[in-house]
């Protein structure tokens, strides 16, 4: 059970970080364009107008996604509970791989909505 718990609370870890970063990206963007920290593509990074739209865009989506796999990662983990050590591990990476997927999918919005704009 305490491994259940243990891979419980590190599959909440990216959804929390998505909505932390939402959170960050709307209301506390970076300023100005940089390598170092923020939403970086080429397009995001070819003015500042596009800068400020990428961050606001991204971190909208985020909140929203991550909001989403917040609720929805705790039943993704009640098919392995009470199971041993191997099939909760085996389970809680899916769930893990499965979440980093969802959690680089709006970037594609991001992106389609900055070659329409800029």
Not at 6 to 24: E, H
Not at 40 to 51: E, G, K, L
Not at 63 to 90: H, I, Q
Request: with cysteine; glycine share 10%.
């Amino acid at each position: 059970m305490g491994f259940w718990i243990f891979m419980m609370c590190m599959n909440l870890l990216i959804p929390l970080l998505m909505i932390v970063f939402g959170v960050i990206f709307l209301r506390w963007p970076p300023g100005k364009i940089n390598g170092l920290f923020g939403y970086r593509t080429a397009r995001s990074m070819a003015s500042q107008a596009a800068w400020n739209f990428a961050h606001a865009y991204m971190g909208r989506l985020w909140l929203r996604v991550g909001t989403v796999m917040l609720v929805l990662s705790v039943p993704a983990m009640l098919p392995c509970l009470g199971k041993g050590d191997s099939m909760v591990g085996l389970w809680g990476g899916i769930v893990s791989l499965v979440e980093c997927i969802i959690m680089m999918l709006p970037i594609i919005p991001t992106e389609r909505a900055l070659k329409r704009r800029f």
